[in-house]
């Protein structure tokens, strides 16, 4: 199961529960159920929680993470660029978009910033979920990529990480293009004890 199954759906927040959203996450939850039941279960090893609470989640090799995040790729060219899929809890994904999916990428080259990441874990990022001052993002700066912990000030923002020194962001960087957050960090996934990550 994919984004592209659910396209004709429109995108809300699974953690609000407002009236005018329950009927749609309701009808989302009924179709990804009846979809997942139709689709063959052998060789899905890395599932956490039960299957009918999971979602698709394309990991992303770190070197095309840049081009899945462009606006002007279509879903094929997006899709081209997976190099396998893994699964994520559905309800913990956040707000879902088809022109903005979520993905995963390796999590080991974001190991120097000194986050307690599993080295052979794929961290599940969010271009969809609002980042508010606190959350850990991916980000682009002067075209390098970095996770890190983002909190807004009167200037612009402030980026930190367990390892590295505290990064200030002028607002201005922004319409330079110099900075962009590229998505939310929704949380992690890590090798099954005994198993090597496929």
């Not at 993470?65 to 893994?86: G, N, Q, Y």
């Not at 052979?120 to 682009?140: C, Q």
């Not at 020194?165 to 992690?188: A, D, H, S, T």
């Amino acid at each position: 199961m994919s984004l592209e199954d659910f396209s004709d759906l429109p995108s809300w927040d699974f953690r609000e529960q407002s009236p005018k959203n329950k009927e749609s996450y309701l009808d989302f939850k009924k179709r990804m159920n009846e979809l997942l039941a139709s689709q063959p279960q052998d060789g899905i090893s890395n599932v956490r929680g039960p299957i009918m609470d999971t979602i698709e989640v394309p990991v992303i090799p770190f070197r095309d993470v840049l081009r899945f995040c462009s606006s002007s790729l279509s879903r094929d060219e997006k899709a081209a660029l997976t190099e396998r899929p893994t699964y994520y809890i559905l309800d913990e994904i956040g707000k879902l978009d088809i022109d903005a999916p979520p993905f995963a990428v390796d999590a080991e080259p974001f190991l120097v910033e000194g986050f307690r990441i599993h080295p052979k874990g794929e961290i599940i990022i969010n271009p969809a979920e609002t980042v508010e001052s606190g959350d850990v993002a991916l980000v682009i700066l002067d075209g390098a990529i970095f996770l890190k912990r983002v909190a807004t000030t009167l200037q612009g923002f402030e980026l930190t990480s367990r390892s590295q020194p505290l990064v200030q962001v002028l607002g201005e960087f922004c319409l330079l293009g110099r900075f962009r957050i590229l998505g939310k960090m929704m949380g992690e996934l890590r090798p099954v004890q005994g198993m090597e990550c496929v």
